[in-house]
C-alpha cells in the first residue's frame, strides 16, 4: 500500500469523524499503526488534516459566522451593537476559546507525547460514551442558543478542552457539556462546530508551519490530500449530522465509543498494537 493511499484512508477517517462524538484524533491515532507505514500520524497530521473539516464548517455556516463576525466587529466600536445576539455570540465563541488555547500551549509537550498512549484513549473513548450516555438521557434539552450565558460558554470551552486527550472528541465533550446544561442536541451541535472555528484553525496552521520541511510519515502532498479529502467528506457529514441529532440520541455513538476502546484494548493485550 502506497503512503498516498494511507493517506486517502486516514483523510476519509478524518472527513467521517471529526463532527461525530467518537474522536477524530482517536481514530486517527489507532488506525495509523495499522497502516503498512506503521506509525502514529503524530499531532501535526491531525492538527493540520482538521484544518479541511473547519473548512467544511466555514462553508457549511458561511451566513452565520459572517454575520457573528461582522456584529462584532460592529460591537468594538459601538456599546449600543454589543447588544445585537449575534455580537454576543462572537464573544462567546472568544471567551469558549481561551480554555483549549491555554491549556493547548501550557501541555503541548504531553499533548504530542504521552497523552497519545493507546491505554488513554480507549479508556478516554469507554469513560466519555458513560458521560455522554448520562448526558443524552437525563439532559432536558429545552435550551437554545439565544439562552447561552457567559459562564456557559466558558464551561463549554472547558468541555471542548478536554479533546486535547485524544479519545475524549472535540465535538463529544462539548455536545455532553451542552445536554448536561439542558441544550437542545441540536443547539449543543452547532454551537460545537462553531466554537471549534477558531482553535482548530489556529493549532492547525501553527502545526503547519512547525512542521513545514521536517521528515515525518506523511510528506506535504500526502498530507495535503488528506486535508482535501477530509474537507469534502466532513462536509457530507455535517448536513447529515444535524439533520440527525435534531431526532435521534446519541446512543449509537455511545455503543460505537465502548465497542472501540474495548477493542484497542484487545488488540494491546495481544500484541497487535503498541501503547505509544
Same mark, same amino acid.
Given at each position: 500500500?502506497?503512503?498516498?493511499?494511507?493517506?486517502?484512508?486516514?483523510?476519509?477517517?478524518?472527513?467521517?469523524?471529526?463532527?461525530?462524538?467518537?474522536?477524530?484524533?482517536?481514530?486517527?491515532?489507532?488506525?495509523?499503526?495499522?497502516?503498512?507505514?506503521?506509525?502514529?500520524?503524530?499531532?501535526?497530521?491531525?492538527?493540520?488534516?482538521?484544518?479541511?473539516?473547519?473548512?467544511?464548517?466555514?462553508?457549511?455556516?458561511?451566513?452565520?459566522?459572517?454575520?457573528?463576525?461582522?456584529?462584532?466587529?460592529?460591537?468594538?466600536?459601538?456599546?449600543?451593537?454589543?447588544?445585537?445576539?449575534?455580537?454576543?455570540?462572537?464573544?462567546?465563541?472568544?471567551?469558549?476559546?481561551?480554555?483549549?488555547?491555554?491549556?493547548?500551549?501550557?501541555?503541548?509537550?504531553?499533548?504530542?507525547?504521552?497523552?497519545?498512549?493507546?491505554?488513554?484513549?480507549?479508556?478516554?473513548?469507554?469513560?466519555?460514551?458513560?458521560?455522554?450516555?448520562?448526558?443524552?438521557?437525563?439532559?432536558?434539552?429545552?435550551?437554545?442558543?439565544?439562552?447561552?450565558?457567559?459562564?456557559?460558554?466558558?464551561?463549554?470551552?472547558?468541555?471542548?478542552?478536554?479533546?486535547?486527550?485524544?479519545?475524549?472528541?472535540?465535538?463529544?465533550?462539548?455536545?455532553?457539556?451542552?445536554?448536561?446544561?439542558? !441544550?437542545?442536541?441540536?443547539?449543543?451541535?452547532? !454551537?460545537?462546530?462553531?466554537?471549534?472555528?477558531?482553535?482548530?484553525?489556529?493549532?492547525?496552521?501553527?502545526?503547519?508551519?512547525?512542521?513545514?520541511?521536517?521528515?515525518?510519515?506523511?510528506?506535504?502532498?500526502?498530507?495535503?490530500?488528506?486535508?482535501?479529502?477530509?474537507?469534502?467528506?466532513? !462536509?457530507?457529514?455535517?448536513?447529515?449530522?444535524?439533520?440527525?441529532?435534531?431526532?435521534?440520541? !446519541?446512543?449509537?455513538?455511545?455503543?460505537?465509543?465502548?465497542?472501540?476502546?474495548?477493542?484497542?484494548?484487545?488488540?494491546?493485550?495481544?500484541?497487535?498494537?503498541?501503547?505509544?
Amino acid at each position: 500500500m502506497s503512503i498516498w493511499l494511507e493517506a486517502i484512508i486516514l483523510g476519509l477517517v478524518q472527513g467521517l469523524t471529526e463532527f461525530l462524538p467518537v474522536s477524530s484524533s482517536a481514530h486517527l491515532r489507532i488506525i495509523g499503526p495499522l497502516l503498512p507505514s506503521g506509525g502514529d500520524p503524530g499531532a501535526a497530521f491531525t492538527a493540520i488534516t482538521q484544518l479541511g473539516t473547519e473548512a467544511a464548517v466555514l462553508l457549511y455556516f458561511r451566513k452565520d459566522i459572517l454575520r457573528i463576525a461582522l456584529a462584532w466587529i460592529r460591537s468594538l466600536g459601538d456599546a449600543a451593537s454589543r447588544s445585537n445576539p449575534d455580537a454576543r455570540m462572537g464573544w462567546l465563541i472568544i471567551i469558549g476559546t481561551l480554555p483549549i488555547s491555554i491549556l493547548g500551549l501550557v501541555f503541548k509537550d504531553y499533548i504530542e507525547g504521552s497523552l497519545r498512549n493507546l491505554y488513554l484513549t480507549a479508556t478516554m473513548l469507554i469513560v466519555f460514551a458513560l458521560i455522554l450516555a448520562a448526558a443524552d438521557k437525563l439532559g432536558r434539552k429545552e435550551r437554545k442558543l439565544d439562552q447561552l450565558t457567559w459562564t456557559q460558554g466558558l464551561i463549554f470551552g472547558c468541555a471542548q478542552a478536554l479533546a486535547l486527550i485524544p479519545g475524549v472528541s472535540r465535538s463529544g465533550g462539548t455536545i455532553t457539556a451542552g445536554l448536561i446544561m439542558g !441544550y437542545t442536541r441540536e443547539a449543543a451541535a452547532r !454551537y460545537s462546530f462553531l466554537l471549534a472555528v477558531p482553535a482548530v484553525i489556529a493549532s492547525g496552521f501553527y502545526q503547519l508551519y512547525r512542521s513545514w520541511g521536517e521528515p515525518g510519515v506523511f510528506s506535504g502532498g500526502p498530507t495535503l490530500l488528506a486535508t482535501v479529502i477530509a474537507f469534502v467528506v466532513g !462536509y457530507g457529514v455535517i448536513v447529515v449530522f444535524l439533520k440527525l441529532v435534531s431526532t435521534k440520541s !446519541y446512543m449509537p455513538f455511545v455503543y460505537y465509543r465502548i465497542a472501540l476502546g474495548l477493542g484497542v484494548m484487545a488488540l494491546l493485550g495481544m500484541g497487535a498494537l503498541s501503547a505509544v
